[in-house]
């Protein structure tokens, strides 16, 4: 075992390993911890179970066990005896057969731990319960079809049991076994079904070479059988569940009390928020194919619930990073970091559409360690290099001088968070920001404090990473939502003030594996009218 798991699934059963299997496919990390004492292991097959009928129903929990092994989840036999609230998670003890305990961590629980079947105390009857003692007709009723079966009438229940078990067979006595005898109405109905009734109490269950043959009434008489149908109070099994707080509730059918179970909401959601049940510990009713579909509702549930948590994290850690990923400290860092950051060459587009262009005042936001401004400086331009990272504009003045004194000379270096302090008004003739990201709203005003800072006639060069890089794999380090298309640029021009070419282009560039890799650069060009 681990020490954490996504899930932890207390109860290997039909509903647990359902539940698990399901987790496991979400690709959730799974630990199932079962004490191996299923409801229906004294039984010899599983029935309507579809597609599965008849099977042991240890084979169908080795099947299912070997599944949730195939999507890699885990299985542990051991017992839990408690589990606590670990901040947002759960820490649940667990005894193994060897009588060590160990902690496993879990941020949520699915508790499958099934009911105990409290049996009416006649001698003879415990031993043979799920073999030829029996308490569900959908369970062994086609197996006695036709049989003698005997109810054992512990209470006003017992008149309903009788009626059931005679769609299986014509030869069915009720034997009076603490219950009151039946009001003139229910006799009636007996007697129109054909149905026997005899006074006990039952003293004992009999049996011939390992087969039910029959009971022994108070009275001395015996009353041949090959089924006795007994009513099981069904207790949840919910210590585990007790030690959260979580209480069990009685089950009512027709008036009487039959067993009980832990609430919880139709998906298993409990009470306690990340802990879920399912199958027959909230559900006495439930058979093994409805157990095993409620283990598999309540994994979806529990992936969903965790899938959300994972988002809200996600979410925090992410505004978290955009609170400081833009700032001047962490750029001065990411400079330090690497002796050079970028190639050193000017920007493609940048020497496409500045190459044309007549010289004048440019600014370069983002100068970077400066190959921008000093292309543009060595073709004539007067240029602002400005950049938020001092880091990088020391490299950058260092890179003019040794570019030649013609050149530095052309070069003003800024440092400057142009958020803050924009450039003046139509200051330029060309503004060239080169793959310039920032989440959307601070991005859309200093765009448009950089469209301000363009003289009339002069040219705005934006250049960034399309979205559609991220499609096929990693594409560039940028955040998906901070990239953009040139037609959302252009949107924010106001088309009486500018002639706008926005195009995306595709451009060769070398990965950092150094692969080979197409590029998209969403390119705007906009000239100011
Ligand atoms: C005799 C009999 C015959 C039946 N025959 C049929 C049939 O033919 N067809 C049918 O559909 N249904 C049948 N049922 C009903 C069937 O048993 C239940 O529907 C089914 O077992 C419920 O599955 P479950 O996963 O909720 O609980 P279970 O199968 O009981 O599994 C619960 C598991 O949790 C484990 N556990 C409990 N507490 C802890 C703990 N604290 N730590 C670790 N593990 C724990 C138990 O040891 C057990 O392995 C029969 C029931 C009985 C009594």
Redesign the pocket.
């Known amino acids: 075992m681990d020490e954490a798991y996504d899930v932890v699934v207390?109860?290997?059963?039909?509903?647990?390993l359902s539940g698990a299997v399901t987790l496991a496919r979400a690709r959730r990390s799974v630990l199932v911890?079962?004490?191996?004492?299923?409801?229906?292991a004294?039984?010899g097959?599983?029935?309507?179970?579809l597609g599965r009928e008849g099977t042991p129903?240890a084979g169908l929990l080795t099947a299912g066990r070997a599944e949730l092994a195939d999507y890699g989840g885990e299985f542990a036999v051991?017992?839990?005896?408690s589990a606590a609230k670990d901040g947002e998670g759960f820490v649940v003890a667990v005894e193994s057969p060897d009588g060590r305990v160990n902690e496993v961590r879990a941020r949520r629980l699915l508790v499958?731990?099934?009911?105990v079947?409290e049996l009416p105390e006649v001698p003879g009857l415990a031993g043979r319960?799920?073999r030829d003692v029996?308490?569900?007709p959908?369970?062994?009723g086609w197996e006695v079809r036709d049989g003698r079966v005997g109810v054992l009438a512990t209470g006003p229940l017992a008149w309903h049991h009788a009626e059931l078990w005679r769609q299986w067979s014509e030869h069915v006595i009720v034997l009076r076994h603490g219950a009151e005898a039946p009001d003139a109405a229910q006799a009636e109905r007996l007697a129109a079904r054909g149905i026997h009734l005899a006074d006990g109490p039952v003293t004992a269950v009999e049996t011939d070479a390992d087969r039910l043959s029959g009971v022994r009434l108070a009275s001395g008489e015996f009353v041949p059988l090959d089924a006795l149908v007994v009513a099981t109070s069904m207790t949840a099994?919910a210590?585990?569940l007790e030690s959260l707080g979580l209480r069990p509730v009685p089950v009512e059918f027709g008036g009487e009390v039959v067993g009980s179970r832990v609430p919880a909401d139709p998906t298993g959601a409990t009470e306690v928020p990340g802990v879920w049940v399912?199958?027959?510990?909230a559900d006495v009713s439930?058979?093994?194919?409805?157990?095993a579909a409620a283990?598999l509702r309540a994994g979806a549930m529990i992936n969903a619930d965790l899938v959300a948590a994972d988002t809200r994290d996600a979410v925090e850690a992410y505004r978290e990073l955009q609170l400081t990923h833009f700032e001047q400290d962490a750029w001065e860092e990411r400079y330090r970091s690497r002796p050079t950051l970028w190639s050193g060459n000017p920007n493609p587009q940048l020497v496409a559409e500045a190459a044309s262009l007549t010289p004048g005042r440019a600014l370069d936001v983002g100068s970077g360690e400066g190959a921008d401004a000093i292309w543009l400086a060595a073709r004539g331009w007067q240029v602002t290099g400005t950049d938020i990272a001092t880091v990088a504009l020391d490299r950058a003045a260092e890179h003019a001088r040794a570019a030649g004194p013609q050149i530095a000379e052309r070069i003003t270096w800024s440092h400057a968070d142009l958020r803050e302090n924009p450039p003046a008004a139509g200051a330029y003739e060309l503004v060239t920001a080169q793959f310039m990201h920032l989440p959307t709203e601070p991005r859309r005003a200093l765009f448009a404090a950089l469209a301000d800072a363009v003289a009339p006639g002069g040219t705005l060069l934006i250049v960034g990473h399309h979205p559609r890089d991220k499609r096929t794999g990693p594409g560039p380090g940028v955040y998906l939502d901070m990239m953009y298309t040139p037609e959302q640029v252009a949107a924010d021009l106001d088309p009486a003030r500018w002639e706008v070419r926005a195009e995306t282009r595709a451009r060769q560039a070398v990965n950092p594996e150094g692969g080979e890799v197409t590029m998209h650069d969403a390119v705007l060009v906009a000239r100011r009218r």
């Open positions: 207390v109860g290997g059963g039909a509903a647990g911890i079962d004490a191996g004492k299923p409801r229906n004294p039984s097959h599983v029935h309507g179970y129903p051991g017992t839990a005896t499958t731990t099934g009911l079947d319960f799920g029996l308490h569900c959908y369970c062994h099994r210590g585990l399912a199958g027959n510990v439930a058979q093994v194919v409805v157990s283990g």
